[in-house]
């Protein structure tokens, strides 16, 4: 079973900034995409950012300008830093592969998480 190891969340205030972080074993890391996803309450899953293991990077619409992702591949540890957090922004974040071009949803190698919430 593959260990994604996400960190970083917590209580920020509308406006605030968070980093967010996700060790993944070299196994993973040194082949494949990588992307930050989010789950909502109520909401499925979706793609956040992800990050081909050259650099490239895609953004869902609703974080461009705000987030960015990045991997250090010395670290095998793949990023989020999010700023300007919306109160929408509040999820339960995850690391796991990513399938560029498509980007679709991975189907299993889930960690547990970490929860981001934007609030007042």
């Known amino acids: 079973q593959v260990q994604l190891v996400e960190s970083g969340g917590g209580l920020v205030q509308p406006g605030g900034s968070l980093r967010l972080s996700c060790a993944a074993p070299?196994?993973?890391?040194?082949?494949?995409?990588m992307g930050w996803y989010r789950q909502a309450p109520g909401k499925q899953r979706e793609l956040v950012a992800g990050?081909?293991?050259?650099?490239?990077?895609n953004y869902a619409d609703s974080v461009k300008g705000r987030f960015t992702i990045s991997r250090d591949n010395a670290k095998n540890t793949v990023y989020l830093q999010m700023n300007s957090l919306k109160t929408e922004d509040t999820a339960v974040y995850y690391c796991?592969?990513?399938?560029?071009?498509?980007?679709?949803?991975?189907?299993?190698?889930w960690g547990q998480g970490t929860q981001v919430t934007v609030s007042s």
């Open positions: 796991n592969r990513a399938s560029p071009p498509g980007w679709g949803m991975p189907h299993s190698g």
């Open positions: 070299r196994s993973i890391f040194s082949f494949y995409a």
């Open positions: 990050i081909t293991t050259g650099g490239i990077t």
